[in-house]
Nanobody, 121 residues
Framework: QVQLVESGGGLVQAGGSLRLSCAAS????????MGWYRQGPGKQRELVAG???????NYADSAKGRFTISRDNAKNTVYLEMNSLKPEDTAVYYC???????????????WGRGTQVTVSS
């Protein structure tokens, strides 16, 4: 099957930066959309940023101007550069991907297990 593994989370001071990465592996033919979601304490999971295989991006209003999503299609990897971090950015960040498997002609959705980002004041 397919596995998504996130890395790069940690503890930072307000105003600091982090770079998250998510690598997909398994029986992958291609990946359409990849994205980052987050879920803070007592909050519903929300989309932070998404990127298509062609490079089109979209961001949550809270992320615009501070976060940048990118991907390396050859490595099946997506990145999230986070700058000017605020305490309200504290959450578990999850990688999501729509994956076309080698023997299935329809996209399947996969989630990573998440990486913790904590921003202190």
């Amino acid at each position: 099957q397919v596995q998504l593994v996130e890395s790069g989370g940690g503890l930072v001071q307000a105003g600091g930066s982090l770079r998250l990465s998510c690598a997909a592996s398994g029986s992958i033919f291609s990946i359409n959309v990849m994205g980052w979601y987050r879920q803070g304490p007592g909050k519903q999971r929300e989309l932070v940023a998404g990127i298509t295989s062609g490079g089109s991006t979209n961001y949550a209003d809270s992320a615009k101007g501070r976060f940048t999503i990118s991907r390396d299609n050859a490595k099946n990897t997506v990145y999230l550069e986070m700058n000017s971090l605020k305490p309200e950015d504290t959450a578990v960040y999850y990688c999501h991907a729509d994956v076309l498997l080698r023997r299935i002609t329809a996209y399947q959705e996969y989630w990573g297990r998440g990486t913790q980002v904590t921003v202190s004041s």
